[in-house]
């Protein structure tokens, strides 16, 4: 690939060197070599190419003599060959002093060639835009006339065009009042407009199959099996010589071919760069690529054009090159003559590269620490330190997870955090892609507990999951198929559901995922049972085996044409703000890549190093590419995809509302947190280390205590009620955060804990109201660990939280249970909710026994290795939390690694009005598109006077007020900009402090207009 | 007016020049008008905001005197192709261009009924070619009707009916010089002539009286904005309803050719029309999944039945009503298209039952009256007929069913039909069914046993297929 690029350069050099000569064709080619004409109504396109001694090439099918040796057997019109009859010649195919002789054969003269309605009525109505979805292909047709979208279904078409409306659309005595042809010529009104004339190719199929009977096709017809076009698949056209002509020959299941270029239906990409006439002849406007997509019947391709232009007062000027991105990003530019933009500064690279690859600002010392530094390869080492941080885990863990709905109303319980914390820590460890990919897809279990499962239980059917897992890691929205066949695309509604028939056995209920033996997908308009997708990848997969495995495989295997490229992409697309391919999401051939050879390099990379998504991210970052400025010149302004130079990107809605905290000083340095956090945590692990040399000591007093253990209990508390819409709402609602030591002076919701001294054990506690719930709580004091039953009787719902942690949960029905309860010494916390639907309304609480359990001495009394893993984690637990030390520790450490407050660090988004108003997702769609990138006016506002900016600049000020003016004004600098303020900044903005009567306010006003600034919010 | 048409009609039959002193606007101007301009300048657009579909939008268009200072006339002769009309299309015929011309020079007169109507609903009846003397396919059999005595059998062709006699598949004699398409028609009940209902699809629609010996056109009652689809005549032969694709339904006094009135309360193509036992209502029946009973003396809408749009009850669904009639004995009503079933009701019950919106929803759960036959055709059905006890429909299928009216059960069933069936007609006097299929076959039944009687192509000239009776 880098050698392809390479190659390229060489060339352009060369023909550079050469100057006029390189114009002269060296050899002239003709495609196809040898024409067979086997029917009265075929014809053959040809493409004549010149080769010029650059090794460039130039359409000439226009330009050529073309001659027949024979003219009773064939004649050629415009670049076709035409059959006369039946016999052999020769075209003699002349261009200057070069001819090349194309030997032709023409037979079947004599027979007769019917329209075939399956191949060519579909593909004339098709090429019309007779089925388009905004005309007759829409689901219910338009004025009463309906056609399958592009021709997916010939047995309905058939149906509306000769029999539906008593027959009126075709007229087989005298074809030219047929409506279906007077309509789209405009003999009568349309509301469609003129879509036919009577030169046009379809006209003479559509007429001629009127003619003939308007007759379905024979039983036996043949079927097209594919198409092929040329030239393929890449074309460059430099002006003047900007025309090039396209061939498209359909294969039939009978092993024959025909030319079907006048049929094909053509498109591009980008019209402004290049277009097609409905004979397929290519017209090269701007500079630029575009992709012409040709479409016959079910089968689509596309040719990908680069547009050369001369650009007046262009001369290419080397930047750096640092790997093999730059080599191939400038191979392109080069090509198309734009100028890569120089090197950014220091200060601008390290405010950057920290909002990409971590979502925060450099702190001002991190700013200050990076612009001293000396090294030559401070950006690189820079780099390599953010890809090891926590923010940079769970900052593209939130990426990933927008794309995996993880949010709680559909992953509730703590699911969400779950599935976050395992995708964060799958960057965190860096875990292959490919093996990312496969447990995910191949997850099962209780999704409580088994994280990746709960991917599977954010969608509500096997079509849903189909979408999202392509839209994910192929990176096609294939929705399209589920009702017809893909109308941009070569997925067909069989594809659809074959990938469905991958998910048809996966079972979820609630939080359990499972694969059960049986469960078919069926094509919803044959009926057909679906074969699952990947089946032929992984044919030892049996017909009881998880077909999910079968589908996994297909997809990380190394010739998977998405797998790869689409990751690598999206980590472009974080790091640019556009996808090689944009949309991300929208991997199909119509819509090309800008810069296809750096594509697959990328995806070869990935791919050969083992899916590395870092390896990845840090080859891009170490680019002259990623680290150009933004500034443009005359000859890279216009470039929006080619990456001469870095586009200015607005904040994402977490990164905006994280730097305006740092700028604030409202929020911690997550770097310094998690330092401190790491120290923390060895410290805890050595005190943990110690454990087994005291452990027979501690467990011979465990087991001394337990012949006496106590269980006290404080009286009761309670609160309520609470109510939130109807009874499931209400349940589901917290009204009272469950916490590890809960505080009866605090107030939920307007409401106070009310002290119950009479409520007694083995008594039936009675409360009142329906779809309204009440939380209790008492503390029970353990003489030691304990584990001891509680006897709950009750009805409708209860929820059980011992020391903040969910222990057990009833949602509806009368409830009579006994449920283990494991306290540890001393006091232990219970919170229970009560929720009533209606009627009764009661709890019954008893703890018949307290004197615990004999199950955890029992562990205690069999020696160490006949404990289970679970065992000896609970009796560390048990160690651990009668210690009141390492207590403490664990929640310092938990505090410090608890990043609710940084919205680019959090499991979940949090929804405010600020960030929505940025464009937070909120994790309902696979599309990157949720994330909504268009300014709004909300945002101004947001921006100007809302609460957010405000809040923060009141706090920030407050605690920042006792700074110096200089000082102040230098480290807003820093923290904003990662710049120090310049000459004549720092003298306005003194000035202003200085001259205010309010200090305080003065800084709030110069702390509103830095964050205000677009410098401030944008990423350069 | 009637007067001036016919003259008109004469001097085009007498082969007279187009390019003569006089041009007429409706007959040589707005057909071409129709056929090349109100696509884009018309009801529904108006690109460069003209529209050209009535007379008084057009003449904001014309300089009367002045064709050189006439938009619609210099648009035609522009020589620029980007700006000259049609757009994007061949110019119109220099003779057309040249009548403009005339027309503009002679005073732009308008010789229509009303200047704010369209072109297309006052249209002068057309002049019709003639069929082909020898038909290269076969054309779908969209109309059929015994004469009274049973003796001829009116079947609908291309440009004309032909009559055959129907025992032994001869064809009789052509009438011919009639519309396209004819998608009706019946024999006025003395006999000797035939009410015939078609036009042009998307275009054109003429019912018309024509003499069943000569085919000439005795009267041309009205002409439609598209195909006339359905006509009905009442028992005593006094008037004549037809309906129509551009969703009207209009009722006529046989003898003066006078119309009764016009009715427009479908929202899609009226596809059928009967007259009840007692003629005092006509039922209609819709593409739009409903059938209309509209007073037979004024066209006021009596009561709809919806009972091809239930979301409730026996045969749920929605679905297009093709054909409807009255059974002659009970006075009730039979209506059939898409979906299982035969629909019997009786109208003033379903006004009765229709009731208010205020009590719609119990009303979804009541049954009704109306009685189902279910004749299990797999797809669209498209004709009905019914004799002294009998119920006859086919369809899609190829299939005719008999059922007994009043059981409901099937009397019999008659195959043979290789394509899809979309006309039925009974003979009393002879006891004959005869039906026509989408291949061109036609098929006469003996409808007390089911035997075949005859089959043909009524295709004049077209080679006679293989005698495929016997299978």
């Known amino acids: 690939m880098i050698q392809g690029a390479l190659r390229l350069l060489l060339i352009a050099t060369l023909a550079m060197g050469l100057g006029l000569g390189a114009d002269e064709i060296e050899r002239l080619e003709v495609y196809p070599s040898t024409v067979t004409l086997a029917s009265k109504r075929s014809q053959a396109q040809l493409v004549v190419t010149g080769y010029l001694a650059n090794g460039e090439t130039r359409d000439l099918t226009h330009d050529v003599e073309v001659t027949t040796e024979d003219a009773q057997v064939a004649n050629v019109l415009n670049g076709v060959v035409l059959p006369i009859g039946n016999g052999d010649t020769r075209l003699n195919v002349r261009f200057d002093s070069q001819t090349v002789k194309v030997p032709t054969s023409v037979t079947h003269q004599a027979e007769p060639d019917p329209i075939c309605f399956n191949t060519e009525t579909q593909a004339a109505l098709t090429k019309q835009g007779c089925n388009a979805g905004s005309c007759h292909g829409s689901p219910d047709g338009k004025a009463g006339f309906s056609l399958s979208l592009f021709a997916f279904d010939s047995e309905h078409d058939l149906i509306s065009l000769v029999r539906d409306g008593a027959n009126r659309r075709v007229n087989v005595l005298d074809p030219d009042a047929s409506l279906m042809l007077k309509k789209p010529l405009l003999r009568i009104p349309h509301v469609g407009g003129k879509k036919l004339r009577p030169t046009d190719a379809a006209y003479q199929v559509l007429r001629q199959w009127i003619f003939e009977g308007a007759k379905p096709d024979p039983p036996e017809s043949a079927l097209c099996t594919n198409i092929e076009v040329y030239p393929s698949p890449h074309r460059i056209l430099s002006a003047p010589h900007l025309k090039q002509q396209i061939r498209v020959v359909a294969q039939f299941d009978d092993g024959s071919s025909r030319d079907v270029t006048p049929l094909a239906t053509y498109g591009t990409s980008n019209k402004n760069v290049a277009t097609i006439t409905p004979a397929g002849l290519v017209k090269g406007r701007e500079r630029g690529q575009a992709a012409i997509t040709v479409r016959y019947l079910q089968y689509l391709e596309s040719i990908y054009f680069t547009i050369v232009q001369p650009v007046p007062g262009f001369e290419w000027e080397d930047q750096p090159e640092h790997n093999y991105v730059d080599q191939l990003v400038n191979a392109k530019l080069r090509q198309l003559k734009y100028l890569p933009a120089e090197t950014c500064q220091d200060s601008t690279f390290v405010r950057r590269v920290y909002l990409d690859l971590t979502g925060l600002l450099p702190t001002a010392v991190q700013a200050v620490q990076f612009s001293n530094d000396q090294s030559p390869q401070k950006r690189d080492q820079l780099i390599d330190h953010l890809l090891e941080t926590e923010s940079h885990a769970r900052f593209w863990a939130l990426k990933t997870a927008d794309l995996m709905r993880v949010n709680p109303k559909l992953l509730p319980d703590g699911r969400a955090e779950l599935l976050f914390d395992w995708i964060r820590d799958n960057y965190r460890e860096n875990l292959a892609h490919d093996r990312f990919a496969y447990q995910i897809l191949t997850a099962s279990g209780d999704s409580n507990r088994a994280a990746p499962a709960n991917y599977f239980c954010t969608t509500k059917s096997v079509e849903e999951l189909t979408e999202m897992t392509s839209q994910i890691f192929m990176g096609s929205r294939i929705g399209c198929a589920k009702c017809h066949n893909h109308p941009f695309e070569n997925w067909t509604q069989d594809d659809y559901y074959s990938i469905s028939a991958v998910f048809a056995r996966v079972e979820q209920e609630g939080a359990m995922v499972q694969v059960s033996g049986a469960g078919e997908k069926m094509h919803p308009r044959t009926g057909q049972v679906m074969k699952p997708w990947g089946h032929d990848v992984s044919p030892d997969i049996d017909e009881v085996s998880d077909r999910r495995i079968g589908f996994a495989n297909w997809l990380i295997a190394e010739q998977n044409p998405f797998f790869a490229r689409v990751e690598v992409n999206r980590i472009w697309s974080h790091l640019f703000g556009r996808g090689i391919v944009d949309p991300v999401d929208d991997f199909r051939s119509s819509n090309p890549p800008s810069n296809v050879e750096l594509l697959n390099a990328l995806a070869d990379d990935l791919k050969q190093q083992g899916f590395d998504r870092r390896h990845i991210i840090r080859t891009i970052c170490r680019s002259q590419t990623y680290q150009r400025a933004t500034n443009t010149t005359l000859f890279n302004a216009d470039d929006s995809e080619l990456c001469s130079h870095m586009p200015l990107r607005l904040l994402t809605a977490e990164q905006l509302q994280d730097a305006i905290g740092y700028v604030t000083s409202t929020l911690p340095d997550a770097s310094a947190r998690q330092g401190d956090a790491d120290a923390l945590r060895g410290q805890f692990e050595q005190e943990i280390d110690l454990f087994p040399h005291s452990q027979a000591d501690w467990e011979k007093a465990f087991l001394e205590e337990a012949a006496t253990a106590q269980l006290g209990q404080t009286s009761w508390f309670s609160i309520g009620p609470f109510r939130q819409g109807n009874y499931e709402e209400t349940r589901k609602q917290d009204f009272v955060p469950a916490m590890s030591t809960m505080d009866t002076t605090l107030q939920h919701h307007g409401k106070s804990w009310q002290s119950q001294p009479d409520w007694n054990d083995d008594e039936q506690i009675d409360f009142s109201g329906s779809n309204t719930a009440y939380y209790v709580h008492r503390s029970l004091q353990a003489s030691q660990a304990m584990e001891v039953m509680l006897h709950l009787k009750g009805d409708d719902g209860v929820t059980i939280w011992i020391n903040g942690e969910h222990v057990f949960e009833q949602s509806k029905s009368f409830l009579d249970q006994q449920i283990p309860l494991l306290l540890y010494k001393g006091s232990n916390d219970l919170l229970m909710k009560v929720t009533n639907g209606g009627g009764a309304f009661y709890v019954h609480y008893n703890i018949p026994d307290k004197d615990g359990t004999t199950h955890i001495p029992d562990i205690v009394t069999r020696s160490a290795e006949n404990r289970t893993m679970e065992e000896s984690q609970l009796l560390q637990g048990i160690r651990i939390t009668a210690r009141p030390d390492l207590v403490a520790l664990q929640r310092k450490i938990a505090k410090l690694m608890d990043r609710d407050a940084f919205a680019t660090q959090r499991p979940y988004p949090e929804q405010t009005d600020f960030l929505k108003a940025f464009g937070q997702p909120e994790r309902e769609s696979p599309c990157a598109c949720e994330r909504a990138s268009e300014p709004t006016l909300d945002q101004a506002l947001q921006m100007l006077n809302g609460q957010e900016v405000q809040r923060r600049i009141e706090q920030g000020v407050a605690t920042l007020s006792k700074q110096e003016p200089a000082e102040f004004i230098d480290q807003l600098y820093l923290a904003a900009f990662s710049r120090h303020p310049r000459e004549k900044e720092r003298a306005t903005a003194e000035a202003y402090l200085v001259k205010s009567a309010n200090q305080e306010e003065a800084m709030k006003d110069l702390m509103w207009a830095i964050i205000n600034t677009q410098e401030f919010m944008f990423q350069h | ?471």
């Open chain 2, 1 to 471: 007016m009637r007067s001036v048409t016919t003259s008109l009609l004469l001097l085009v039959l007498l082969g007279i020049s187009p390019l003569r002193a006089e041009v007429s606007f409706m007959r040589d101007i707005a057909p071409v008008l129709q056929q090349r301009c109100t696509g884009c300048h018309g009801a529904k657009k108006a690109k460069g905001n003209y529209r050209l579909h009535t007379f008084e939008y057009l003449k904001e268009a014309i300089v009367s005197g002045e064709p050189e200072e006439s938009d619609l006339y210099l648009l035609l002769v522009e020589e620029d192709a980007e700006s000259r009309m049609p757009q994007d299309d061949d110019a119109l015929s220099p003779t057309d261009t040249e009548l403009i011309r005339q027309w503009i020079e002679g005073g732009a007169t308008f010789d229509g009924e009303n200047p704010s109507k369209s072109f297309a609903s006052q249209a002068f009846p057309r002049t019709h070619p003639s069929p082909p003397a020898v038909y290269r396919v076969p054309v779908p059999i969209m109309a059929m009707a015994y004469s009274n005595d049973g003796v001829e059998l009116a079947v609908a062709g291309h440009h004309e009916v032909t009559i055959w006699d129907p025992e032994s598949g001869s064809l009789l004699r052509r009438l011919s010089g009639l519309p396209l398409r004819i998608q009706s028609m019946s024999w006025t009940p003395r006999g000797g002539q035939l009410v015939i209902g078609g036009g042009t699809a998307g275009e054109y629609g003429e019912l018309a009286l024509i003499d069943a010996m000569t085919g000439e056109r005795l009267k041309v009652f009205d002409t439609f904005e598209d195909l006339v689809l359905g006509i009905g005549l009442d028992k005593q032969g006094k008037q004549l309803a037809a309906v129509s694709a551009d969703r009207t339904g209009r009722a006529y006094d046989l003898e003066s050719g006078k119309r009764l009135w016009t009715s427009n309360v479908h929202s899609d193509w009226a596809t059928s029309v009967s007259f009840s036992p007692d003629n005092c209502f006509i039922i209609s029946t819709s593409k739009d999944q409903t059938v209309k009973v509209l007073n037979a003396t004024d066209g006021a809408l009596f009561t709809t039945f919806n009972g091809h749009r239930r979301n409730f009850g026996d045969f749920p669904g929605r679905f297009k009503v093709f054909a409807g009639c009255f059974d002659p004995a009970s006075g009730l009503a039979m209506s059939v298209g898409e979906g299982k079933a035969i629909r019997i009701w009786d109208p003033i019950k379903v006004k009765e039952e229709n009731g208010t919106a205020g009590d719609m929803e119990q009303r979804f759960f009541k049954a009704g009256h109306t009685r189902y036959i279910s004749h299990g055709f797999s797809g669209p059905t498209f004709a009905l007929a019914v004799d002294a006890d009998s119920v006859y429909t086919g369809g899609s299928d190829g299939l005719i069913r008999a059922f007994e009216f009043t059981s409901g059960k099937q009397r019999l069933e008659m195959s043979g039909h290789q394509d899809w069936i979309y006309t039925l007609t009974l003979s009393r006097a002879t006891k004959r069914l005869a039906t026509g299929a989408h291949d061109g076959e036609v098929r006469v039944w003996d409808t007390q046993d089911g035997t075949l009687i005859e089959s043909f192509m009524a295709a004049p000239g077209y080679p006679v297929r293989e005698d495929t009776s016997s299978d």
